[in-house]
Each structure stands twice: as structure tokens, then as C-alpha cells.
């Protein structure tokens, strides 16, 4: 599940292992069938469900996955979905946003506040952590699609707030309220993201050494391996390309 200041824009960088396909492919399916259920089945009428569907052509999900995923939609009805945001902080006190979407929710809090409390962080209320980020419209496109220059201008053109573009990607970053109407206008040039949506972006990152970085790296992933949570969050520094290499060896 990609993302700006989260765990998950890692693992974009170094890969994903295949034992974790399915667990990607699950989260993948939750998000389709919320959304299918919470709107159009027609993902063209429905910016969630398309955003879900572009992130699981992205994870080469079969299409076969993502069509039950839409029908699970109307054939469970009884089977509803809560998204839940928990905040706190990890080791070394980084702060971490954590949305989950989840049929339990004493199940997923539990399970939550011990992987906190089993790394030396610590599970709070709603605003311990939050404040130090903001909430925005991110759209990451494939680098191979469209040169630095062209997205520039298209970004501009569509309203953004930034484009920045490294080895992999091109990032565009939006306001929380335009972040529809400027996917909207990408999608008229570029039809395919390798990621799309309103994530929380940190105001202040921390950097910290190799050593602490792996820790709370290894504390990120223990998180968003857990079944119910979609997306991780932290205001961890991780541009440092040498230190990164250090830390995911």
C-alpha cells in the first residue's frame, strides 16, 4: 500500500516479497468491496473505488480478484466495514498514524495498542500524533510514463500544490478538498497511477541513525502486517538514501 511518509513507500523502493502478495492482495480486495459498498459499482462514478481498483492493477492483481472483490459488495450486506485512525508513537518516540478498516473493532484496537506496547511505544487519543501532520491529496505516477518536464506542467496545470519527481516516480500533492478534482485532470493524460489517494503528510520529519531506523522500520511493518490495518504513517526522515540502504539490509 504506497505512500508518501509511511512504511509502505519503502517498500515500493527495495520490493515486495512474494509471501506478501496475498496479504497485499487481501487488503487490495477490503478496500474494493468498501468501496464498491459505500458508492457506484461503477468505478468511472465512484473516485474510491477507482482509486482502489488503479492501486490493485498496480500490485498486478488479477482481474478475476478485484471483479469478487466488487461483487463481495452486494452479496454480503450484513458485512460492514469501520475506518478506524489510531495515533501514537513508536520507538524513539516517532510519531505514527495508523488507519484501519476493520469488522472488529475491540479485535483491532488490542491487537493494535499490544504491537505498540510490545516495541516500546505507546498507544494514544485522537490528536496525540495527528498534529504533526497534515492531510493531503497525493498521486504517484510510474517515472517511465511521462518525463519531469511534462508533469511538471501538467501538475501545475491541474491545480496542484507540488510535483517532485526521483528514480521510480513522479509524486503530485494536492489539497485534501482538490485532490479529486486534480486526479481527475491527470487522469485525462495518464489513466494508470501506482498510487492514489488522501494520506497524512508529516509538517516535521525525525531523522535518526541506521541502527533506530531499522528498529522503528521493523515496528512499521509489524503494524501494517496486521490484517486489519490499511495504512501506516510516520514522520521518520527516510531520504537519506545510504542510511536507507543501512536499514533495510
Request: glycine share 6%.
Amino acid at each position: 500500500m504506497a505512500g508518501h511518509s509511511h512504511w509502505a513507500g519503502i517498500k515500493h523502493k527495495k520490493g515486495r516479497a512474494d509471501k506478501q502478495r496475498s496479504k497485499i492482495f487481501s487488503k487490495l480486495s477490503k478496500e474494493i468491496t468498501v468501496a464498491a459498498k459505500l458508492g457506484s459499482k461503477d468505478f468511472k462514478m465512484n473516485p474510491r473505488l477507482r482509486s482502489a481498483i488503479q492501486a490493485a492493477r498496480t500490485a498486478n492483481m488479477p482481474k478475476e480478484n478485484i471483479e469478487r472483490a466488487i461483487n463481495k459488495s452486494e452479496m454480503d450486506k450484513d458485512l460492514n466495514y469501520d475506518n478506524i485512525v489510531y495515533e501514537g508513537f513508536g520507538p524513539e518516540k516517532i510519531a505514527v498514524i495508523v488507519e484501519a478498516l476493520t469488522d472488529n473493532k475491540n479485535r483491532t484496537a488490542s491487537n493494535i495498542r499490544t504491537i505498540f506496547q510490545k516495541n516500546g511505544g505507546s498507544l494514544g487519543s485522537s490528536g496525540v500524533a495527528s498534529h504533526q501532520f497534515k492531510q493531503v491529496g497525493i498521486i504517484r505516477i510510474d517515472k517511465n510514463k511521462i518525463s519531469d518536464n511534462d508533469i511538471l506542467e501538467l501538475a501545475i496545470n491541474a491545480g496542484a500544490e507540488d510535483c517532485s519527481s526521483n528514480s521510480l516516480i513522479h509524486e503530485i500533492i494536492t489539497l485534501k478538498e482538490n485532490f479529486y478534482k486534480v486526479k481527475v485532470e491527470i487522469e485525462k493524460k495518464i489513466q494508470e497511477f501506482s498510487s492514489s489517494g488522501i494520506e497524512w503528510l508529516p509538517t516535521n520529519k525525525v531523522l535518526l541513525d541506521a541502527e533506530k531506523t531499522k528498529s522503528v522500520l521493523n515496528f512499521l511493518e509489524l503494524l501494517e502486517d496486521d490484517d486489519d490495518v490499511q495504512y501506516v504513517y510516520a514522520n521518520l526522515d527516510v531520504n537519506n538514501n545510504s542510511l536507507l540502504e543501512d536499514a533495510t539490509t
